[in-house]
């Protein structure tokens, strides 16, 4: 998957951030976002009709399935994606909580464009050391 694009799902139940986020990782290069979603349970039903991303950026507190609840489902149904929360807190006993729960990373929302371009490499197993090819252009 190196040199293969990175499918991503945003998942926020604010919309004006999920835009926003979606906006600012679209211009990253050899990264496209194949949807949005509102909740967890709204993420659960797009992978179940088939869209499944390679990462997900998800918010912690959504309506319906949190972020929390969704890793859980996540880490069984769909063990190959995966998942980084996403949130205002910064509790170092929730973040390792997460990460034990089957996260692959967690970004604050107050993080800066190149912590999260950063996450997202990380969790797929890419570092700056091993760029994408079309970054090398």
């Known amino acids: 998957m ?7 799902a945003v998942v926020d139940d604010h919309i004006l ?20 979603a509102g909740d ?6 797009r992978l ?11 918010d912690l507190q959504m309506p319906v399935l949190d972020g929390l609840q969704t890793t859980r489902l996540l880490r069984v149904q769909y063990p190959h994606v995966r998942i980084i929360i996403i ?11 997460l990460m034990q729960e089957g996260a692959h990373g967690y970004l604050l929302k ?20 091993y760029p994408l090819l079309a970054e090398l252009n």
Request: no cysteine.
């Open 87 to 97: 949130s205002m807190h910064d509790e170092p006993e929730l973040i390792e909580n």
């Open 40 to 45: 967890g349970q709204e993420l659960l039903e």
């Open 110 to 129: 107050n993080a800066n464009p190149d912590e999260v371009r950063s996450a997202i490499l990380k969790a797929i197993g890419r570092s700056r050391k």
């Open 17 to 36: 951030f999920r835009k926003g986020l979606r906006a600012l990782l679209s211009g990253f290069p050899g990264i496209e976002v194949i949807f949005e």
């Open 2 to 8: 190196s040199n293969q694009l990175i499918r991503l």
């Open 48 to 58: 179940d009709q088939g869209s499944t991303p390679d990462v997900v950026l998800m």
